[in-house]
Nanobody, 128 residues
Framework: QVQLVESGGGSVQAGGSLRLSCKVS????????MTWFRQASGKEREGVAS????????YYDDSVKGRFTLLRDKDKNTLDLQMNSLKPEDTGMYYC?????????????????????WGQGTQVAVSA
């Protein structure tokens, strides 16, 4: 059984940095995408950043491009999200998810619908 455990959340001031980590245990398909999502209070969950099987493709939401970076370590079976220049609008619960996708378009990959395995989330709070 595959399990995902996120860590690294916390409270920072605007302009600060955090590094989230998603630890994967169990066997995932070699065709799995791994994606970070976030959900702000009262809003829908949105895709933030994703990496394809084989690390050949990465997608970032426009709101985080140039500030967030994915770091995948296959040996440690982790997917980290380095978040720099944080803004108050980055506040929310951050989740990682794993899924086998047939549609590799950016819109499909950053949508929550195709993902069937989720972590419990880690909270990020950015103050102005």
């Amino acid at each position: 059984q595959v399990q995902l455990v996120e860590s690294g959340g916390g409270s920072v001031q605007a302009g600060g940095s955090l590094r989230l980590s998603c630890k994967v245990s169990g066997d995932t398909s070699s065709n799995s995408w791994m994606t970070w999502f976030r959900q702000a209070s009262g809003k829908e969950r949105e895709g933030v950043a994703s990496v394809s099987p084989g690390n050949t493709i990465t997608y970032y939401d426009d709101s985080v491009k140039g500030r967030f970076t994915l770091l995948r370590d296959k040996d440690k079976n982790t997917l980290d999200l380095q978040m720099n220049s944080l803004k108050p609008e980055d506040t929310g619960m951050y989740y990682c998810a794993v899924g086998v996708l047939t549609d590799w378009s950016r819109a499909a990959v950053l949508s929550e619908k195709p993902y069937h395995i989720w972590g419990q989330g880690t909270q990020v709070a950015v103050s102005a």
